[in-house]
Each structure stands twice: as C-alpha cells, then as structure tokens.
C-alpha cells in the first residue's frame, strides 16, 4: 500500500506566474484535501475534492483552482502567484470527507516559494 | 473568533515530565476530534483520535475531550526529547465537511 505522494518537493516561481502541484492519493482512498501552511501557522483548507466533484472550498480567491481525476489522484493550480502563496502545500487524502476514524493522512507537502 | 484555537507556545517542559497541551472549538456540532504531530520541515503525522466525551489512551498519549465545554486536550506522559515538534489539533464539523485545523502549539522537551 502506497502513501500519499505529492510532487515537486520544492519550486521557485516568480510573481504573476502560473503552477501546478500534484498528489497521488493513498491506496483506497477517494478524498484528497489541499491545504496551505504558511510559516508558524496551522493547515488552512484550500478545497476537496471526493469522487472528482470539488466538495467545499475555504476562503481562497479563484485562482486557486483544483482537479480530482478517475484515479483519485488530484491537481492543485494557482494562477497569478502573489508573493504571500509562499508556503508549504500540503495534500491530505481519505476515505471520507470528514476524516473518520483514520483521520487524513498527508503527503510530505509542495514547498513554494514565489519571488 | 477562530473555529479551533490553540496556545501558540511554544511549551518547554523538561524530559519525564508531563505535557499538556489544550485546544478549544467553537462549533457545538463537531463530532471528531484528532491530534497531529508535526516536525520542523515535515508534513503532519495522526497520533490520535476521539470522538466521545472522557479520555482515550494510547501508550503515552492521553486525548481528553469535553464537549460540554468544547474543549480537547492532549498529555504526553514522560515526555522524550523525540516528542519535540508541534502539535496540531484538528476538528471535524460534522456534515461530512472537512477537517479544520488549529494553529498548532511548538513544544520543547528538554534534556
């Protein structure tokens, strides 16, 4: 049974840039959840997404936008980066929504930094 | 007010010792309740989970929940220089909605 497996580990993008993050989701599992973690601070819901539909979304503007595929695995896209989306990116994937019992389990997170 | 809040720390207790470590929520319906551990540069791991009122043991690990008071603690029993890392506490809302997380409390064990 594979983890959840996010790609790149690192990226350095210049302001107004475009990127896009991916997450294999862990074996079984058909929610992935994404997250931005800012230096010091908690996990701040971005969106998720369960059987391919986007199922909630916290306070992120538009361009922030995100896909789930028929494999589960799941795309993270940010348009006209800001120097504030600097951050760890982290993707969570489950067999539920909410967690259940297991909770989410998280890859080792997208660590950009945009200059 | 924020959804789920914790003490920021950071929270130095010496080796053997007992640490404690609180969060408080402020949605009434949450049913779920989960402790992450977190180490510098790494991604959040689950160290526990609960979701009735009492406690929950597992090896050193202590959960309490309250939810009377809307309230969830963790205890770490002799504390290990290991155990140093942030502890993120986690609540589900309920309604099939998604896990919200504090801010999370830095915690030192010292030698």
């Known amino acids: 049974e594979t983890g959840v497996t996010q790609s790149p580990t690192h990226l350095i993008k210049t302001r107004g840039q475009q990127v896009t993050l991916r997450c294999s989701s862990q074996?079984?599992?058909?929610?992935v959840s994404w997250y931005q973690q800012a230096l010091g601070q908690g996990p701040q819901f971005i969106f998720q997404?369960?059987?391919?539909?986007?199922?909630g979304r916290g306070n992120f503007p538009p361009r922030f936008s995100g896909l789930q595929f028929p494999n589960y695995s799941s795309e993270l896209n940010v348009n006209a980066l800001e120097l504030d989306d600097s951050a760890l990116y982290l993707c969570?994937?489950?067999?539920?929504?909410?967690?259940?019992?297991?909770?989410?389990?998280f890859g080792s997170g997208t660590r950009l930094t945009v200059v | 007010q924020k959804e789920v809040e914790q003490n920021s720390g950071p929270l130095s207790v010496p080796e053997g010792a007992i640490a404690s470590l609180n969060c408080t929520y402020s949605?009434?319906?949450?049913?779920?309740f989960f402790w992450y551990r977190q180490y510098s540069g790494k991604s959040p791991e689950l160290i526990m989970f609960?979701?009735?009122?009492g406690d929950k043991e597992d090896g050193r690990f202590t959960a309490q929940l309250n939810k009377a008071s809307q309230y969830v603690s963790l205890l770490i029993r002799d504390s290990q220089p290991s155990d140093s890392a942030t502890y993120l506490c986690?609540?589900?809302?309920?309604?099939?909605?998604?896990?919200?997380f504090g801010s999370g409390t830095q915690l030192t064990v010292l030698p």
């Open positions: 969570a994937s489950s067999s539920r929504t909410g967690g259940g019992k297991d909770g989410y389990t």
């Open positions: 074996s079984g599992h058909n929610t």
């Open positions: 997404y369960y059987r391919e539909e986007e199922n």
């Open positions: 949605d009434r319906g949450s049913q779920s």
């Open positions: 609960i979701y009735s009122n």
């Open positions: 986690a609540v589900n809302p309920g309604s099939a909605r998604q896990l919200t």
